[in-house]
C-alpha cells in the first residue's frame, strides 16, 4: 500500500502562485509514476500533470504547460505542483494520485481556490 498526504493549498489571488505538496510513504517501491488531478465544483476530475518516479519524464496537460511544473524530492519522497499566474478556472480540490500501471493510490485532496 502506498499512502498519499497533499498539502499546501490554500486562497490566492490571480495572478498569484502557490506550491503543492504530495509526500509519498508505505510500499513507494511499487510506484512507477506520480502525478496530479484536479476536480472543480459540478465538474468532472481532470488531469494536470505526472511524472515517472524516477523522475526521468514529465507530462503536462495542454491548459498547464508553462504555468505548472512538477517536480520530486527523492529524499523526502516528495512531489510537488508549482503552480504560477493562476486563474480563477483554476480553483479546484488537487489530488496526488501515484501507482505502477494505473493511478491505484490516491491522497485526500487539498483545496486551492483563486479569488479576489
Known amino acids: 500500500q502506498v499512502q498519499l498526504v497533499e498539502s499546501g493549498g490554500g486562497l490566492v489571488q490571480p495572478g498569484g502562485s502557490l506550491r503543492l505538496s504530495c509526500a509519498a510513504s508505505g510500499s513507494t517501491f511499487s510506484i512507477n509514476a506520480i502525478g496530479w488531478f484536479r476536480q472543480a465544483p459540478g465538474k468532472e476530475r481532470e488531469f494536470v500533470a505526472r511524472?515517472?518516479?524516477?523522475?526521468?519524464?514529465?507530462n503536462y496537460a495542454d491548459s498547464m504547460k508553462g504555468r505548472f511544473t512538477i517536480s520530486r524530492d527523492n529524499a523526502k519522497n516528495t512531489v510537488y505542483l508549482e503552480m504560477n499566474s493562476l486563474k480563477p478556472e483554476d480553483t479546484a480540490v488537487y489530488y496526488c494520485?501515484?501507482?505502477?500501471?494505473?493511478?491505484?493510490?490516491w491522497g485526500q485532496g487539498t483545496q486551492v481556490t483563486v479569488s479576489s
Open positions: 511524472m515517472s518516479w524516477s523522475g526521468g519524464s514529465t
Open positions: 494520485a501515484a501507482g505502477a500501471r494505473a493511478f491505484n493510490y
